[in-house]
């Protein structure tokens, strides 16, 4: 199956412009291309992160298989945003038991 051309899009230089846009625009009179510049900042940054969501799936699987275990797959360590999202993950999953 081919990939979703908008998996690979960059889109630093687009998020940069509409947020800078939408800081730009906050104290003019014109309110229209405020909202413009803030709803082209939402829409990039939802695909953004929808890029991004099969990578954090795998981090935080590879920090909860850490906590687990105490091994560290090939050698590296989770970073701490993504131990502490398992950790929080498997507070709740104790919680709910």
Known sequence: MAKCPL???PL??????ASAGTLA????????????CGIAWT????????????KM???LASAQA?????????????DAYTMALARA???????KA
């Open 43 to 54: 829409a990039l940054s939802l695909l953004h992160g929808w890029q991004h969501a099969g």
């Open 12 to 17: 630093g230089v687009p998020l940069a412009l």
């Open 66 to 78: 850490f906590l687990r275990t105490g091994v560290a797959p090939d050698g590296k360590r989770p």
């Open 57 to 59: 799936k795998k981090d």
């Open 7 to 9: 998996r690979t899009l």
């Open 89 to 95: 993950q498997a507070h709740q999953a104790k919680e």
């Open 25 to 36: 625009t906050l104290f003019t009179d014109n309110k229209k291309l405020h909202i413009a």
